[in-house]
């Protein structure tokens, strides 16, 4: 794999950014890990919290510097980036691994769990044995079974990415619902859904110890939804949607990936049912959030 030249190390030299075509506030470059000082800086990010605005005045010029724009947030109870246990040296390349297969092995796995261990094939809807009773597959992954469904089909964009991806950072800056001081960062990154790879984000540890399968899919959701990756907190990752779904059955099926992709969305989160998730979290929704326990 040839990895892309950094531009970060630039910063410690000249922080306005100015000799990468940049006018940056004062910030903070990070090269902190779970092991001690990486080779190079992972990231910048800034120390003033973000402003509307922000992203879309910083985002053209820094991708063309080799830059992507992410959110941020040090507000938490684990702090900053910099107390993040980043370990990117435990971290493959997205571009290696295949999405339907990534995802196939996790469904397989949890939804087993959900249905008791459940053999047969697919049920797409709730079917009636011959004895006029309900099946016994659970609600939990419904319409589903325990084999995976495959991917969802594309959707058409309803917005352009990274327009999206400026909208939904501006609402994230002034809303303080989901991060409670976001700073704009940079990461040099081919792409954003490489992002959580590209800095050794952990968040998903307790799930899966190499992030870069799961920007495998985030990769997937690039080309077939329009999403960016927008905020990441230390264990949460936040989403834009240039393509959401607009029926239930694209609900459904787009449902079904996020349960494999992160199923304590479900399991743990507001609604413990794929169908009810797919209707209250997915339909129309322009923004996708992820949290692994």
């Given at each position: 794999m040839a990895t892309l030249p950094n531009p970060l190390p630039k910063l410690a030299a000249d922080p306005s950014g100015r000799s990468l075509g940049l006018a940056l506030p004062p910030g903070r470059l990070i090269d902190t890990t779970d092991e001690g000082p990486w080779r190079e800086p992972l990231l910048w990010h800034a120390e003033r919290r973000t402003s509307p605005g922000n992203w879309a005045a910083l985002g053209a010029p820094a991708a063309r510097a080799?830059?992507?724009?992410?959110?941020?947030?040090?507000?938490?109870a684990q702090g900053g980036p910099a107390e993040w246990e980043l370990m990117p040296g435990e971290v493959s390349y997205p571009g290696d691994h295949d999405a339907d297969e990534v995802l196939a092995e996790f469904w397989e796995e949890y939804a087993a769990d959900e249905l008791g261990g459940d053999e047969g094939p697919p049920v797409r809807e709730r079917a009636v044995e011959a004895s006029g009773g309900p099946t016994t597959h659970d609600e939990t992954v419904a319409p589903y079974g325990p084999q995976w469904p495959g991917l969802s089909p594309a959707l058409p964009l309803t917005a352009a990415p990274d327009t999206r991806a400026a909208e939904v950072a501006d609402s994230l800056a002034g809303d303080g619902s989901w991060l409670k001081?976001?700073?704009?960062?940079?990461?040099?990154?081919?792409?954003?859904?490489?992002?959580?790879?590209?800095?050794?984000?952990?968040?998903?540890?307790?799930?899966?110890?190499?992030?870069?399968?799961?920007?495998?899919?985030?990769?997937?959701?690039e080309d077939r939804f329009g999403i960016r990756v927008v905020a990441l907190t230390f264990d949460q990752l936040v989403l834009s949607v240039a393509a959401p779904p607009t029926t239930m059955a694209q609900a459904e099926a787009i449902a079904a990936?996020?349960?494999?992709?992160?199923?304590?969305?479900?399991?743990?989160g507001h609604h413990e049912a794929l169908r009810a998730y797919a209707e209250k979290e997915l339909l129309g929704e322009r923004v996708w959030a992820f949290w692994w326990d």
């Open positions: 080799g830059l992507l724009p992410v959110l941020l947030d040090v507000g938490g001081e976001p700073r704009l960062a940079l990461v040099p990154a081919r792409r954003s859904a490489d992002i959580p790879a590209a800095i050794g984000w952990s968040g998903p540890m307790n799930y899966e110890g190499d992030t870069a399968r799961l920007c495998a899919v985030l990769r997937s959701w990936e996020h349960f494999a992709f992160c199923p304590d969305n479900i399991t743990q």
